[in-house]
């Protein structure tokens, strides 16, 4: 790892305990916005553009976001399935009209429903941090310490993408009535389902590796609900501490895969917004959920009955995880005859 992507990386550890430590210092834990650690990696860490979005148009989008996520919640009198489907669908408008892909703001649109936030600190604080990550993200491009990326507006045209919105709402629909019915709410957790809108619409690596998707999003969230557990809730030790410590172990599996997913980055801080007792739980959920979104995503909308059976077997094994393993052994090896 050279020297810039350090920075990137101290710098990223850095906001994600700032965020975290002020939001306990205060008492107000609408403060923690777990899509940090996405926008993050997305935006400091990644050598790649992830997102098709501007500078500023980032801070306006998130902040609109969030601010309409309290709105619902504050006056929508429609039941909590229909509000989750409102706030999805009100993203899709947004992210649609304004031709930008940035779907972390899915997540600062729904998580306030989720959790019931009526705190108008929750907004702020997403205006505040996002306007801290751009802020820096200019900084390194100036210093050289990230590649300078220019903005270009999504080309997928408007019919195309509102029928796809639309597909997608009708299954955020069953499985939010899924989960809600059957108390397994939280196989909808925000992260679930950007992931599923990203896995529809991009063709980024992870969307030709489905089970390691299922699978990263899982120990992330294992990660996060482990360390919350132990760490905080059992040893006391205090959130801010916890959630580095959180993003170190999966900052780690990102480098040791050699990629990143920016989803399981924001899953991972989860569980810092969940009651104790929803813990030793919340990795299945998200296990089922990412199976649900995935699988939906593979047969309603990449088709996968229409690939070959090669394409198919590919896409179901892991291969990348094993060669990475097979890799390091191989290293490891080396390694050992040199001694």
């Known amino acids: 790892m050279n020297g810039k992507k350090k920075i990137r990386y101290c710098s990223a550890l850095a906001m994600i305990a700032l965020m975290v430590g002020v939001a306990e210092l205060t008492g107000e834990r609408e403060i923690i916005f777990p899509e940090m650690a996405a926008l993050t990696i997305g935006l400091w860490i990644s050598d790649k553009h992830i997102w098709q979005v501007g500078n500023g148009q980032l801070i306006l989008l998130m902040t609109l976001a969030a601010v309409a996520g309290v709105l619902i919640v504050c006056y929508s009198p429609l039941p909590f399935?229909?509000?989750?489907?409102?706030?999805?669908v009100i993203a899709g408008v947004i992210l649609t009209t304004q031709r930008s892909t940035l779907y972390p703001l899915v997540?600062?649109?729904?998580?306030p429903?989720?959790?019931h936030t009526t705190s108008w600190v929750y907004p702020l604080s997403v205006l505040t941090m996002t306007i801290i990550i751009i802020t820096v993200k200019h900084i390194f491009e100036r210093n050289g310490v990230r590649s300078r990326f220019e903005y270009t507006p999504s080309d997928k045209p408007i019919k195309s993408a509102v029928s796809i919105w639309t597909g997608m709402t009708v299954c955020?629909?069953?499985i939010a009535a899924i989960g809600y019915y059957s108390t397994y709410i939280y196989i909808i957790i925000p992260p679930l389902i950007v992931s599923f809108v990203e896995f529809v619409n991009t063709k980024a690596g992870f969307r030709n590796r489905p089970v390691l998707t299922v699978l990263l999003l899982s120990v992330c969230s294992l990660i996060g609900s482990t360390f919350q557990l132990v760490g905080h809730f059992y040893l006391g030790l205090p959130l801010?501490?916890?959630?580095f410590s959180i993003l170190i172990a999966v900052f780690g599996l990102f480098e040791w895969l050699g990629k990143f997913f920016a989803p399981a980055g924001a899953i991972s801080l989860i569980p810092l917004l969940l009651p104790e007792e929803v813990l030793p739980y919340l990795p299945l959920e998200v296990f089922v959920g990412a199976v649900f979104f995935i699988?939906?995503?593979?047969?309603f909308f990449q088709k996968c009955y229409k690939w070959s059976r090669a394409q198919i077997v590919y896409c179901l094994i892991p291969h990348y995880l094993i060669s990475r393993i097979y890799h390091k052994k191989e290293t490891n090896k080396k390694g050992y005859l040199k001694e």
Do not use: C, D, G, Y
């Open 295 to 299: 699988a939906i995503a593979m047969i």
């Open 172 to 174: 955020i629909l069953l």
């Open 81 to 88: 399935i229909f509000n989750i489907v409102a706030a999805f």
């Open 113 to 115: 429903v989720l959790l």
């Open 107 to 111: 997540s600062a649109l729904i998580l």
């Open 240 to 243: 801010a501490v916890v959630a």
